[in-house]
Structures are given as structure tokens and as C-alpha cells.
């Protein structure tokens, strides 16, 4: 780590029990709002594990329209994690159908500092309207 990254995460330290708070705050509100919307699925939550809710993932269907209809509505969404298993440095394996079907549907939505409940509301009713 660099004394910059440092520095930086130092920082976020000042605040962090209050950031992570609305965060969880937010990650319900989505969790309790998106159950069971049409072609949505969230990600699982395994017990005892807890998330740092720095991300808010899904699976969704129609990845690329759902997308844009996000984008169209001012709402950015993004696709974190590709598969890097292929590397040689991971022995380039090749079969792995549930890192296919990871791939295809991932999405996360907004989870961060600026996102309050009306925001949250906002971003839930635009993708329950389809």
C-alpha cells in the first residue's frame, strides 16, 4: 500500500460506524423493496457471513436492457467482477457453468455515501417499472 492509500483509508476510518450504518440502512431497504421483482434475483446471503455493503449485486435477465433503462433514468449500475479464472496464473480452468451464469446476469446497483432512502426509492421504482 502506498502512503496515499493510506492516508486515504485512514481517513474513512473517522466516520466509518456511521457510513456503514446507512449503508446496511440502504442494502435493507433494497433487500425488503426487490424480493421477488419479475426477472430479478438478488444474490444469496449465506448465514453468519456479513457484507461491508460496499456493493449491492443482483442477477437479472436481460442484463444489457436493464442496463439501460437504469442509464436512460439517471441511474448508473455496473458490472464488477469478470472471470479471470482463464489466466494461466490460475491454471486457466475452463469449466465452471455457475461462473457463466455469474457472468451473464451480474449487476450492482448504487450503495454508497450519496445514496439516501430517497434516492434508494427512486432507483427501487425504476426498476420495478420494468
Same mark, same amino acid.
Given at each position: 500500500? +502506498? +502512503?496515499?492509500?493510506?492516508?486515504?483509508?485512514?481517513?474513512? &476510518?473517522?466516520? %466509518?460506524?456511521? !457510513? &456503514?450504518?446507512?449503508?446496511?440502512?440502504?442494502?435493507?431497504? %433494497?433487500?425488503?423493496?426487490?424480493?421477488?421483482?419479475? $426477472?430479478?434475483?438478488?444474490?444469496?446471503?449465506?448465514? $453468519?457471513?456479513?457484507?461491508?455493503?460496499? &456493493?449491492? =449485486?443482483?442477477?437479472?435477465?436481460?442484463? /444489457?436492457?436493464?442496463?439501460?433503462?437504469? !442509464?436512460?433514468?439517471?441511474?448508473?449500475?455496473?458490472?464488477?467482477?469478470?472471470?479471470? /479464472?482463464?489466466?494461466?496464473?490460475? $491454471? $486457466?480452468?475452463? /469449466?465452471?457453468? +455457475?461462473?457463466?451464469?455469474? /457472468?451473464?446476469?451480474? *449487476?450492482? *446497483?448504487?450503495?454508497?455515501? =450519496?445514496?439516501? &432512502?430517497?434516492?434508494?426509492? %427512486?432507483?427501487?421504482?425504476?426498476?420495478?417499472?420494468?
Amino acid at each position: 500500500m +502506498n +502512503n496515499y492509500a493510506a492516508a486515504l483509508g485512514v481517513a474513512n &476510518l473517522r466516520n %466509518y460506524k456511521e !457510513r &456503514l450504518a446507512r449503508r446496511i440502512l440502504i442494502a435493507r431497504f %433494497y433487500q425488503t423493496n426487490l424480493t421477488g421483482v419479475s $426477472g430479478l434475483r438478488l444474490f444469496e446471503k449465506a448465514p $453468519g457471513r456479513e457484507s461491508a455493503h460496499w &456493493l449491492f =449485486g443482483a442477477h437479472v435477465e436481460k442484463r /444489457d436492457h436493464f442496463i439501460r433503462a437504469l !442509464r436512460d433514468r439517471g441511474i448508473a449500475s455496473s458490472v464488477v467482477h469478470q472471470r479471470i /479464472d482463464r489466466n494461466s496464473v490460475f $491454471g $486457466g480452468k475452463a /469449466d465452471l457453468p +455457475n461462473q457463466l451464469e455469474f /457472468d451473464r446476469t451480474q *449487476i450492482h *446497483i448504487p450503495i454508497h455515501d =450519496g445514496i439516501d &432512502l430517497e434516492k434508494a426509492g %427512486y432507483i427501487v421504482d425504476t426498476i420495478k417499472s420494468g
